[in-house]
Antibody, heavy 118, light 113 residues
Framework: EVQLVESGGGLVKPGGSLRLSCAAS????????MNWVRQAPGKGLEWVSS????????YYADSVKGRFTISRDNAQKSLFLQMNSLRADDTAVYYCASNGIYGWFDPWGQGTLVTVSS | DIVMTQSPDSLAVSLGERATISCKSS????????????LAWYQQKPGQPPKLLIY???TRESGVPDRFSGSGSGTDFTLTISSLQAEDVAVYYCQQYYSPMYTFGQGTKLEIK
């Protein structure tokens, strides 16, 4: 079974950058699309970005388009999210999650907290 | 984008009673290739990541108790907990995966009355 572990969160000033990573265990990482989903404090789930298994197809929520970049390294079984021009409303726990063959999200990582504040 | 709307926002149910949560999508999420609805339900407890409960609108994930069931088609879906247990206190989310611009409902907080 695949397990996902996020890292890279922390405190950053508005306008700053941060790079999140998600390390996967197991042998199936390269077969499935991957996602980033975030959850602001006390709020609901917001899908942020997806990347196909090959890395050729990328999708972004309007709220992060042009500022965030998703990428993956299948050889290293890792997923990344480069976040630039960070704003206070980007403050959230960021989860990585794997797609099944058809698109539901399972499993999820435990999340990493990103705080954007001066 | 497909908008997912859940109701109610919060719900209080007595132990052993039925809990019902509704989810409506702004357009059909029926996948014509297999005639299945691209709708999943998740449970999230405080401090934990979401947990997949149901996919294809009505298929229970392995290990999920059979008191959880999903139903509906097209744009209207329901998650039912047939007999509420204390461990079911959580926030529940629906999600469409028909479009790669995935979207979640706003969540329904389920509590014990």
């Amino acid at each position: 079974e695949v397990q996902l572990v996020e890292s890279g969160g922390g405190l950053v000033k508005p306008g700053g950058s941060l790079r999140l990573s998600c390390a996967a265990s197991g042998s199936t990482f390269g077969y499935y699309a991957m996602n980033w989903v975030r959850q602001a404090p006390g709020k609901g789930l917001e899908w942020v970005s997806s990347i196909s298994s090959s890395g050729r197809h990328l999708y972004y929520a309007d709220s992060v388009k042009g500022r965030f970049t998703i990428s993956r390294d299948n050889a290293q079984k890792s997923l990344f999210l480069q976040m630039n021009s960070l704003r206070a409303d980007d403050t959230a726990v960021y989860y990585c999650a794997s797609n099944g063959i058809y698109g539901w999200f399972d499993p999820w990582g435990q999340g990493t907290l990103v705080t954007v504040s001066s | 984008d497909i908008v997912m709307t859940q109701s109610p926002d919060s719900l209080a149910v007595s132990l052993g009673e039925r809990a019902t949560i509704s989810c409506k999508s702004s357009q059909s999420v029926l996948y014509s290739s297999n005639n299945k609805n691209c709708l999943a339900w998740y449970q999230q407890k405080p401090g934990q990541p979401p947990k997949l409960l149901i996919y294809w609108a009505s298929t229970r994930e392995s290990g999920v108790p059979d008191r959880f069931s999903g139903s509906g088609s097209g744009t209207d879906f329901t998650l039912t907990i047939s007999s509420l247990q204390a461990e079911d206190v959580a926030v529940y989310y629906c999600q469409q995966y028909y479009s790669p611009m995935y979207t979640f409902g706003q969540g329904t907080k389920l509590e014990i009355k």
